[in-house]
């Protein structure tokens, strides 16, 4: 697993006035870049290290929620859904946090799937299915949420207001 934090752009601090806002004193951004095997419970390598990543960089309570929620959704249906669970596929997720963009992008070895295609889960007849959520979660609680053409990977942003 690579995590790095990488400098700020920008003047060096000693060029900087004396009145510095509380955004500018954020750490630097975080960047982890990890391939996870195809296995339940894994997620907690990538989600741990982002939750608490995400409260040094000040983000909210109900985006560390959000965001978190919508991560670990797509990484399960990457390892579920995608590589089904077989052990000799890898799940590629890469994360960005700063104090204004939270970006993860989650690649898995399957054959991809059309987002367009999965049912409305808000629909009366749906209502009692156990699955198809996750991907009506992950477009509420994020900024933004693309697909490749192929359908294996999602890359999920969230921006600060």
Known sequence: ???????????????KPAEVTAREQQPAAWQCIIDL?????????????LLEHLGAHGWPPADIFSIHLAAEEAIV???????KLD??????????????LARVEIT???AGFDPKAVPDCTSEE?????????????????????YNAKGNSVLMEKRRD
């Open 1 to 15: 697993m690579k995590h790095k934090n990488s400098p700020a752009a920008g003047t060096p601090a000693a060029d």
């Open 37 to 49: 095997p195809s296995e339940r419970g894994i997620s907690r390598l990538v989600t741990e290290p």
């Open 77 to 83: 249906n990457a390892i579920v859904h995608g590589n």
């Open 87 to 100: 052990p000799n596929k890898k799940v590629h997720v890469e994360c960005l946090i700063s104090a204004e």
């Open 108 to 110: 898995d070895e399957g």
């Open 126 to 146: 749906r209502w009692e299915v156990p699955s198809g959520r996750g991907v009506m979660l992950m477009r509420t609680f994020m900024t933004r949420l693309e």
